[in-house]
């Protein structure tokens, strides 16, 4: 059965005082129902995502304890992808026609800091100073620009495009534009990467309705369908956040293959796509995922960059909201926040960063530790 | 005051030649580090403690600039000294990632020949100097020929 979309709503992303998650993921609940022309009453069941909320279901004491199931979901970076697939998939088990997928954060400033146990890793290996993801990100894109030709100029090149973007972007935490001098000039967090070109933590929430395909008019003139949501985790060899070793056979990151699957699944090729969202933690993911979901070959972005083929108004538009450098990273919501702005492209409703050209196909990309990622690919 | 490793069963101490204590899954021949009970490959249970090679190339790299976050234990602060960080492909078994020595990015380059210390890291409370891991960059040996130049 196929899925639609036919309600999406957003928490702007940023810092804002004494609101709470919850509190942020009711303003996207009833921002989802008012676009989808529903009430929290009609509504049959929902997933959370988040990873500061033990129980984000508790939204429920500000939107009614109507007793829907209503399932909590932690899958790292990749949360928002997990939850919006456990609800399509429970709109195509076929038993619930109306439900919502919705994440939410709030997390203090700075990199995250957790137990290294946690992680199947062992403890001294935080106490040495090595559980730290930023430095896994500094590692893998310098050892792909060393492989394929990518310059530092490159990553300001990503990084300018999506602070612009964001400043375009009446939602997003950080909307003044910076140079690419001001970025390459800002100092190295982990080698080659400075600070400007790495995302932070902040605060926000997103939630999408979904509903069967043949219900979809009912709710509005533009659904957008999900024609294909995946999650995959690391293959042994393939190189990851959060890894004290690695073994010397290599092999495709958990990208990749979320990447190929949604593409099997939905009959879509990465040529037929029209808009992309793709994990930018640092400038060099968004660099490293454009190859890794199909839409380049590895070290074409020094070229495709720097003719601006990922601007709005590109062949490729990439992170047209912002991305995670505009926009922050509330673990939970982020990737709902990816599917609210394909939705609104798709519908044409995007505004001063609409893509031109009538955009049929949206794809979107998650990533996180450590090692897990997400792929969902949406049509009008 | 004595000095002290950073965690026990991690690397061969003390030695005059410290090696890193990783395990080999009797079935498929995976190496691991640190030594773990079970094969990520296999799944087999039969790992036994197999010594690291001392001396590796670097495969990847970066500089951490910042003092980590908890649980970070080391020197913060005014006292933080930026490390560098990278995977060392050992023996041509494994590559284990470790603190190098050197952390300025015009010293290091992929491929480089580098080879295991041990470093102080900080005073525990009892103030005893713990010690951990790291990699410096080594004389290139007589058959090494790496490319050493970035683009
Ligand atoms: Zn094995």
Redesign the pocket.
């Known amino acids: 059965m196929d899925v639609a979309i036919v309600g999406v709503g957003l928490h702007p992303f940023g810092r804002f005082g004494d609101t709470t998650a919850i509190e942020m993921g009711a303003v996207a609940i009833r921002k989802a129902l008012a676009d989808a022309g529903v009430e929290w009453k009609d509504i049959e069941f929902a997933f959370a995502g988040s990873y500061e909320v033990d129980n984000p279901d508790a939204v429920v004491a500000l939107m009614g304890l109507t007793g829907i199931p209503f399932t909590d979901v932690y899958n790292g970076c990749a949360t928002a992808a997990s939850a919006l697939t456990l609800a399509a998939n429970t709109i195509r088990l076929g038993e619930s026609r109306l439900g919502i997928a919705v994440g939410m954060d709030k997390h203090p400033p700075g990199a995250f800091g957790a137990d290294p146990r946690l992680y199947a890793c062992p403890e001294w290996y935080g106490d040495v100073g090595q559980f730290v993801t930023t430095k896994f990100f500094g590692m893998k894109i310098n050892k792909y620009m060393h492989d394929h030709g990518i310059s530092e100029r490159t990553l300001a090149r990503a990084a300018a495009k999506n602070y612009r973007n964001g400043s375009l972007n009446e939602n997003a935490f950080r909307r003044k534009p910076l140079s690419e001098d001001e970025i390459l000039g800002s100092p190295y967090l982990n080698y080659p990467l400075t600070q400007y070109m790495f995302c932070s933590p902040d605060e926000g929430a997103a939630a999408v309705i979904l509903c069967p395909a043949e219900d979809a008019h009912k709710y509005t003139s533009t659904p957008i369908y999900l024609r294909a949501t995946t999650v995959r985790t690391r293959r042994l060899g393939a190189f990851e956040v959060h890894h004290p070793w690695l073994p010397i056979e290599e092999t495709v990151g958990p990208t990749v293959d979320a990447s190929r699957a949604a593409y099997e699944m939905a009959g879509i090729g990465p040529d037929d796509v029209d808009v992309i969202q793709l994990q930018d933690t640092d400038a060099g993911a968004e660099i490293i995922h454009l190859a890794e979901n199909g839409f380049c070959a590895d070290g074409d972005q020094e070229q495709l960059y720097a003719d601006g083929a990922t601007e709005i108004d590109g062949p490729l538009p990439v992170n047209t909201d912002g991305g995670l450098i505009a926009n922050g990273e509330p673990v939970g919501a982020s990737g709902l926040r990816q599917i609210h702005e394909i939705v609104l492209q798709l519908r044409g409703q995007a505004g001063d960063r609409q893509v031109p050209g009538d955009p049929r196909v949206g794809y979107t990309q998650l990533y996180g530790a450590p090692g897990t990622a997400g792929v969902s690919i949406l049509t009008r | 005051m004595a000095t002290v490793p950073v965690a026990e069963g991690v690397f061969t101490f003390p030695s005059d030649d410290p090696q890193l204590i990783g395990s080999r899954?009797?079935?498929?021949?995976?190496v691991t580090f640190p030594a773990q009970g079970s094969?990520?490959?296999?799944?087999?249970t039969?790992m036994e403690e197999h010594l690291l090679a001392r001396r590796g190339s670097l495969w990847a790299w970066t500089t951490q600039s910042f003092p980590p976050p908890p649980p970070y234990a080391g020197p913060a602060g005014k006292d933080f000294v930026p490390f560098g960080v990278g995977y060392v492909v050992l023996g041509d078994e494994v590559k284990v990632e470790a603190r190098l020595t050197e952390h300025d990015p015009e010293k290091l380059a992929h491929g480089m020949e580098v080879e295991l210390v041990l470093v102080p890291f900080r005073t525990d409370d009892d103030g005893n100097e713990v010690v951990t891991f790291a990699f410096r960059p080594a004389a290139p040996g007589p058959h090494a020929a790496h490319q050493r130049g970035r683009q």
């Open positions: 899954c009797a079935d498929c021949g995976m094969c990520p490959r296999c799944g087999s039969g």
